[in-house]
């Protein structure tokens, strides 16, 4: 019986030597960050988009995650612009052709307008 006892303690001590020492290195944990949200959406400005209202950027509402960039285009004869109506973001005069980016970095619903058309609105909206 003795001998049972010395190898039973032996066994156990052999075990937890093994789980004690480890040949190979602990692997590091992940601390890498999410990446950045490249996704892109885009409102037209349409011709004669002074006559339409909820119509004169397209489309309208529209939705984006967090991060998305934005970019109205004005596909216009005439010039717009593009005018958050808390302040968030002011595109300045688009001439016909051009366009003007802006990325969404918090969720809410933000509603815009034509500043020289006030009749022209839109809404974002970014989850």
Do not use: E
Not at 39 to 51: L, Y
Not at 74 to 90: K, L, P
């Amino acid at each position: 019986m003795a001998f049972r006892g010395v190898l039973i303690v032996a066994v156990l001590a052999a075990t937890a030597a093994a789980c004690g020492s480890s040949s190979s290195s602990p692997s590091p944990s992940s601390t890498t960050p999410p990446p950045t949200s490249s996704a892109s959406a885009a409102v037209s400005i349409p011709t004669n988009a002074r006559t339409l209202t909820t119509t004169a950027f397209a489309p309208n509402a529209l939705v984006v995650s967090v991060g998305t960039t934005v970019t109205w285009t004005n596909n216009d004869t005439i010039s717009h612009d593009s005018v958050a109506d808390g302040g968030m973001w002011n595109s300045g005069v688009l001439s016909p052709g051009q366009s003007f980016p802006f990325r969404f970095t918090t969720a809410g619903t933000f509603t815009y307008k034509c500043t020289i058309h006030p009749n022209m609105v839109g809404t974002v909206t970014v989850q």
